[in-house]
């Protein structure tokens, strides 16, 4: 619980929650309240929520579109490292949240505001994301939680609230899970997901057709790459939120990248999360395949062990670490030979990498084939196996002893 916070900078959607927060932190905190609402790709009706920030008590609202920024800075190196948490979920909630916080600190200081407030909940990652990056930016900012907070229990609270205060929401039935959205994906939590037996029902995706559903032919797509990062699709060159956009389409129609699983939250608990992030699903195979023929074995392998932490950092909300910066400047570096083509089959469900090209490729086809040849003398081969056989030689003959 903070005192004297004077003016505090909200991050709000418009919905019921933040709705409340905005007039329970007036009231609570007696502050003003400027109210930030940033566009991700969530594909919400942005317009109307000035006049309804205002109607409920906000100085001024801030509309900012940071779909490049979300792209470029953060999916981006997200495929440039192949991260993925667990070996399946490929962070799209994770990876929103630093660029949603960094902007909302970039406001309070443009305001001179004194605290910073979110709608998260006091079990869940989010929480962390948000506020690990609000003191990683600017270590003295106060911080308003009001689900840690105040004394509402659940949404039923929340609406008697809005209607005693006459606060303007339009109060429907709750899903019977959550969902959080963004040009990368969408996500569900909780509700009727809980049982991890049980499986999603079918009315819930919102980016994908079932692999039932989808179109009964294959389609191929082909997909360029400069310095580890996509440029082109079927030799279009595309802006990054084009090109995710266009994925995320030509994905959503052949039902791929659907992800099922029960994760580690950083907070301690497991937590049944049901995800669909098409367009990434198809870019990190692709991605995968130019690195195939541009990478050298020992990088590629550096690299990889890198992944893992990296996944895990974004996942734990540690953007803005010191460890952080280092592993995407380490990952860019093993970039940059990454250029080439990558050619896919889309079918029902599949993402199947079926060619790939490169300017400066790796591959010797001399070097590879079976075909008689004159650049490998295969009787070099016989003193390298004998080598590094000799502790596995040397540990059988102790053996032998015993």
Partial sequence: MHSHIKKVVLAYSGGLDTSVMLRWIK????????????????????????????????????????????????????????????????????????????????????????AVAHGATGKGNDQVRFELTYYALEPDIKVVAPWREWEFKGRSDLIAYSKEHDIPVTATAEKPYSTDRNLMHVSYEGGILEDPWAEPPADIFQMTKSPEDAKAEAEYVTIGFERGEPVSVNGEKLSPVALL????????????????????????????????????????????????????????????????????????????????????????????????????KLYRGSCTVVGRRAPRSLYNERLATFEADTVYDQRDAEGFIKLNALRLRSRAQLERQT
Wanted: charged share 30%; glycine share 10%; aromatic share 8%.
């Fill in 27 to 114: 009231e609570h905190y007696g502050c003003e309240v400027v109210c930030y609402c940033a566009d991700v790709g969530q594909g919400e009706e942005l317009t109307g929520l000035e006049e309804k920030a205002r109607a409920t008590g906000a100085s001024k609202l801030y509309v900012e579109d940071l779909r490049d920024e979300f792209v470029r800075e953060y999916v981006w190196a997200a495929v440039k490292a192949n991260a993925l948490y667990e070996g399946v979920y490929l962070l799209g909630t994770s990876l929103a949240r630093p660029v949603i916080a960094k902007r909302q600190i970039e406001i309070a200081r443009a305001e001179r505001a004194d």
């Fill in 245 to 344: 956009t266009e994925l995320n389409r030509l994905g959503g129609e052949h039902g791929v990248g659907r992800v099922d699983l029960v994760e580690n939250r950083f907070v301690g608990m497991k937590s049944r999360g049901v995800y669909e992030t098409p367009g990434v699903t198809i870019l990190q195979a692709a991605h995968r395949a130019v690195e195939s023929l541009t990478m050298d074995r020992e990088v590629v392998r550096l690299r990889d062990a890198l992944s893992l932490k990296f996944a895990e950092s974004v996942y734990y909300g540690f953007w803005f670490a010191p460890e952080s910066e280092l592993m995407r400047r380490t990952i860019d570096e093993t970039q940059r030979g990454v250029t080439g083509e990558a050619r896919l």
